[in-house]
């Protein structure tokens, strides 16, 4: 299933066969939360853009247009006109986001819906049966992501249950894998690391939850309050805890030089919604750091947001037109940044891969890391 390739210190390139594919890691996936990149990107266009795997929200298609709509069409990848790997989160993230509108207990969380105020319960059978019902390549464990500076004895009592969480979803997933009308009987299941900034309760819990044998494993409640610094330092506790023969993703994360500075400390997958929501707001990313395509300075400036971007945006538009469309307000402004910046990150991958293959990764993470910070010295 995972095949470790190649290793350059602590960072692996591997392969990892999927029933819809195989994904060629490190990678990141596109985040596409209601079976759609927001952006009015196609599945036509990820396929131009090197994407490898798509991401959908378990949480709000179960809300909209209902997981049972989507297993009636034929699945996520019927519905979407998508071939190839989809992970879909299990609805965990939003016990964090939607602190407000939720009651954790033992048996689930109940919710009130942010679209209409409705009751929603979902505890880990249902979060299964909605990601079998859409029929996902991945799906997630049901978590609680705490805030990660939640006190101490908040942190223990969360990871505790969502331990029991993942016995329950592991016995439910092998149920519904068993059934005759379920689309993907070779879903896989991935299990969530949580602990907040506490090492101990994240390197114990990581040993738990590899004691499971799951196919790949994630590091959740990251990114959600605490450092840069504090991040690195759980990955690198974290890591050696959880099988080096299984992929390991981090939730969520993030930036190119997070990215890089993951890949570095053994992280596989990755998935973010800032290339999407970035390019959305005019903000593009390049090898040397972020532009503003609103800035006035780019009003005259007939080149593409970048020379050495092979993406069809740059290899068709310039500045000045992308920033004209933004002040006039017209959608295509954010559908050539969304693919822009969605090219860049899977472009990145494929270098950073390619460059662990030759055994280059230390000196091509430096250039990176060197280049970003180029535009911020302006």
Same mark, same amino acid.
């Given at each position: ?30 985040? =596409?939360?209601? *079976? ?25 298609? !179960? ?59 979902? $505890? ?20 609680? +992501?705490? #805030?990660?500076?939640?006190?101490? %004895? ?41 602990? $907040? ?22 590091? =959740?409640?990251? *990114?959600?309050?605490?450092? !840069?610094? /504090? ?8 890591? &050696? ?5 299984? #992929? ?7 930036? &190119? ?10 992280? @596989?997958?990755?998935? +973010?919604?800032? #290339?999407?929501?970035? $390019?959305? !707001? *005019? ?13 006035? %300075? ?5 080149? &593409?947001? *970048?020379?050495? +971007?092979?993406?069809?945006? +740059?290899? %068709? ?6 920033? !004209?469309?933004?002040?006039? %307000? ?28 030759? $055994?280059?990764?230390? /000196? ?11 535009? @911020?010295?302006?």
């Amino acid at each position: 299933m995972y095949k470790l390739l190649k290793t350059e210190g602590m960072a692996k390139r591997g392969a990892f066969r999927t029933v819809h594919g195989t994904i060629q890691t490190p990678v990141f996936m596109n985040v =596409g939360t209601a *079976a759609a990149i927001k952006g009015a990107v196609s599945t036509e266009d990820l396929n131009n853009i090197k994407c490898q795997v798509e991401l959908s929200n378990t949480y709000h298609l !179960h809300l909209r247009p209902g997981d049972k709509v989507v297993k009636q069409l034929g699945g996520l990848h019927k519905f979407m006109v998508w071939d190839k790997p989809i992970l879909t989160d299990s609805g965990g993230f939003q016990v964090f986001s939607l602190a407000a509108l939720r009651n954790i207990k033992e048996e689930g969380v109940y919710f009130n819906s942010h679209i209409d105020g409705h009751k929603i319960f979902m $505890g880990p059978e249902e979060s299964m049966t909605i990601q079998s019902n859409l029929g996902s390549t991945i799906a997630m464990a049901f978590d609680e +992501c705490p #805030p990660a500076l939640s006190e101490r %004895k908040y942190m223990l009592n969360s990871v505790e249950r969502t331990t029991r969480w993942l016995e329950r979803c592991i016995n439910k997933l092998n149920e519904l894998n068993s059934m005759e009308n379920t689309i993907n009987k070779e879903q896989l299941l991935f299990g969530i690391n949580q602990g $907040g900034i506490y090492k101990d309760i994240r390197i114990d819990h990581a040993k738990r939850i590899s004691e499971f044998d799951l196919p790949g494993y994630a590091i =959740g409640g990251l *990114a959600v309050g605490e450092s !840069h610094e /504090q991040m690195y330092e759980i990955i690198e506790n974290v890591v &050696p805890y959880l099988p080096q023969d299984k #992929p390991t993703y981090l939730m969520g994360v993030g930036t &190119p030089a997070n990215i890089l500075e993951a890949v570095e400390r053994g992280i @596989d997958f990755f998935d +973010c919604v800032l #290339p999407a929501r970035n $390019g959305r !707001h *005019a903000n593009v990313y390049t090898n040397r750091g972020k532009l503003n395509l609103n800035n006035a %300075k780019y009003e005259l400036d007939d080149t &593409p947001i *970048a020379e050495d +971007c092979h993406c069809p945006t +740059c290899q %068709k538009y310039t500045k000045a037109y992308i920033r !004209h469309l933004f002040k006039a %307000k017209e959608m295509l402004a954010m559908r050539l940044c969304v693919i822009h910046n969605l090219y860049f990150f899977n472009n990145m991958m494929e270098e950073i891969r390619n460059a662990i293959d030759n $055994g280059s990764f230390s /000196q091509y993470k430096k250039m990176r890391l060197e280049g970003f910070l180029e535009n @911020d010295k302006k």
